[in-house]
């Protein structure tokens, strides 16, 4: 098990480390206080990425009247999530299109889940009870399940296994199950991809902790637990990234953070998925 | 076939007019009404129902049991239709996957890291 997790981590240090505007547009969006004039400061130094931004505004996703070619314009309209979705989508997009076979997922699912998940915690971050910056709890989303495609090769041929280990109650979710068999779970192996790429907090945090959402620092716990709550959300509208869909365990003591009631988690599950559709088209007029 | 995603189409009337197979209470009747439009002239009480889905997360105060909501609201569609489920596997936490064959109508499910089995 020992060298099974060295194999791993050796696959995160052979990770390509992220674009410097890719990096920076993360380092900027993970902080609490930021605005949209920081983020404009970064792609402005990215001509591949500004002239994505130019085309993505301009694209039928957006239905504007007239063109937009001034670049503050264009990032004015398009959004703080949009780029960062559009800029990780461009910087880690061989992550994010795994096929996740140890999970018997399929290509596409991991990056669908976690852009689902970004929306959701985004929209769960408006009903907690602290303050929570809503377009850092997107980003730390749409970053949350990357371990997955770490491990995913290890976990080739352990679903069924796995699957009848949960029912007969050996392990009490999936990423116990991981452990179990590599020393090391999804959210392990994200977190030190996290490192790898020197993110900034609370993105490792929300990424090591958002299925143990308690145990996150605790200047972190209502963003971790929105993210959790974000990822249980993504599930239950039918994108999971594989055998591991709803094998999780909601943790019970959000309701001392996030006041949420089921007619709000209609209403979330309903918005995130207009927002998705849009958010999808928009990334296929791009790609 | 009908996809639910939520029991309840009073939370978005424009999205229950666009997408009425979105939520139960629009879905069943939209897919009854598809289906006597293409010859199930016999009404409701001739056709086969069947239900898959509804799984749930563990939740103490019962916010997150959308999917119970899903396949009760379902249920009591298609008992105001005076149909009765001929065959059904909901709720629990598997997640699936359901394909109808168009040719003889076997309703077949499917989950990732499972074998594939009739309904």
Redesign the interface.
Known sequence: MASTQKDILKVVESTKILSPSAAGLLEVASRENHDLRDIVQVIKCDAALSAKTLKLVNSAAFALQSRVSNIDRAISYIGENYLVSLAMNEAAGMIYDCDLAGYEGREGELWDHNLLTALASKKVAEFSKESINGNVAFTCGLLHDLGKAIISSFLEGTPAEVLESLERGEVHDYASAEEKILGMDHTQAGHALAEHWQLPEPIPSAIRFHHEPHQADKEYHALVYAVHLGDMIAMMTGKGTGADAMRYQLDPDYIDLIDLNEDDLAMIILEIDNEFSKLQKSMTING | MVHI????SS??SE?AQSQPG?FADTGIPALIREMMALGCTGGPKQMIAKIAGG?????????????K?NVLAVKKVLWKYGVSPRAEEVGG???RTVTVSAKNGAVTLS????NNWTL
């Open positions: 995603a939520l029991p309840d939370i978005n999205k979105y799984s749930n997360v563990m939740d103490p105060r019962n916010v997150f049991s959308i999917g909501r936490t598997l997640s989950s990732p890291g499972k």
